[in-house]
């Protein structure tokens, strides 16, 4: 089983990073999808998640009316679309992905980093 994250960089306040995670070695339609992140000396939080079968989405309230997550099961990839970016949004984003809707994560991913400087 494999998540790997892509897509993080450096953006100013304000400006859009779209994260995407690829997905392999398991049945990735049969599982939901989740996005987290873990800032400098913080827990790591729920940002955003997708049901298995791509009809639900679950926010985190800090990032509602911001990101977006989607998902292409036939392409075994979840993104997260992130605009009005704020240096709060700073993290290590990671994908993760549990059975059904569990809501358990058994994969991970190993992470892509987001800075956003002011």
């Known amino acids: 089983v494999q998540l790997q994250a892509s897509g993080g960089g450096l953006v100013q306040a304000g400006g859009s990073l779209r994260l995407s995670c690829v997905a392999s070695?398991?049945?990735?339609?049969?599982?939901?999808m989740g996005w987290f992140r873990q800032a400098p000396e913080k827990e790591r939080e729920f940002v955003a998640a997708?049901?298995?079968?791509?009809?639900?989405?679950y926010y985190a309230d800090f990032v509602k009316g911001r990101f977006t997550i989607s998902r292409d099961n036939a392409k075994n990839t979840v993104y997260l679309q992130m605009n009005s970016l704020k240096p709060e949004d700073t993290a290590i984003y990671y994908c993760?992905?549990?059975?059904?809707?569990?809501?358990?994560?058994?994969?991970w991913g190993q992470g892509t980093l987001v800075t956003v400087s002011s």
């Open positions: 070695g398991y049945a990735f339609s049969s599982y939901s």
């Open positions: 997708a049901s298995y079968w791509a009809g639900s989405t």
């Open positions: 993760a992905a549990a059975f059904g809707s569990s809501g358990a994560y058994d994969y």
